[in-house]
């Protein structure tokens, strides 16, 4: 299970934070926002995108100030980058979805 949280905007549509473990083999986990209209099209969109296991239970880790203005300007609305561990704040800046998704290319053997 994830933790993460939720928060509803003004207009009526809602910013999903996420920690999520990473798909790569390093062991570090991301952070993932989601801006969308409701919850349940922010976990789907997660979903459409192959992480299919996600669900979001409370509100124990709600996205920050700093975390909603970035998820609400960018164009996908759809943004990662490494989580906090243990409370150290990560100067790391925010990257696409795609760059989470996006395949190493193939090593060829000689």
Same mark, same amino acid.
């Given at each position: 299970?994830? $933790?993460?949280?939720?928060?509803?905007?003004?207009t009526g549509s809602v910013v999903v934070a996420l920690n999520l473990p990473s798909p790569t083999a390093d062991? @570090?986990?991301?952070?993932? *926002?989601?801006?969308?209209? /409701?919850?349940?099209? $922010?976990?789907?969109? *997660?979903? /459409?995108?192959?992480?299919? $296991?996600?669900?979001?239970?409370? /509100?124990?880790?709600?996205? @920050?100030?700093?975390?909603? @203005?970035?998820?609400?300007?960018h164009p996908d609305g759809l943004i990662w980058r490494t989580a906090p561990d243990n409370g150290v704040i990560v100067t790391e800046l925010w990257h696409p979805i795609r760059a989470l998704l996006r395949r190493p290319? $193939?090593?060829?053997?000689?």
């Amino acid at each position: 299970m994830a $933790a993460g949280g939720f928060c509803k905007l003004p207009t009526g549509s809602v910013v999903v934070a996420l920690n999520l473990p990473s798909p790569t083999a390093d062991g @570090t986990g991301v952070r993932v *926002l989601v801006h969308a209209q /409701n919850r349940a099209r $922010a976990l789907t969109r *997660l979903r /459409n995108l192959g992480m299919r $296991a996600i669900y979001l239970r409370g /509100n124990g880790a709600p996205p @920050t100030p700093d975390e909603i @203005t970035a998820v609400l300007h960018h164009p996908d609305g759809l943004i990662w980058r490494t989580a906090p561990d243990n409370g150290v704040i990560v100067t790391e800046l925010w990257h696409p979805i795609r760059a989470l998704l996006r395949r190493p290319p $193939a090593v060829q053997q000689p």
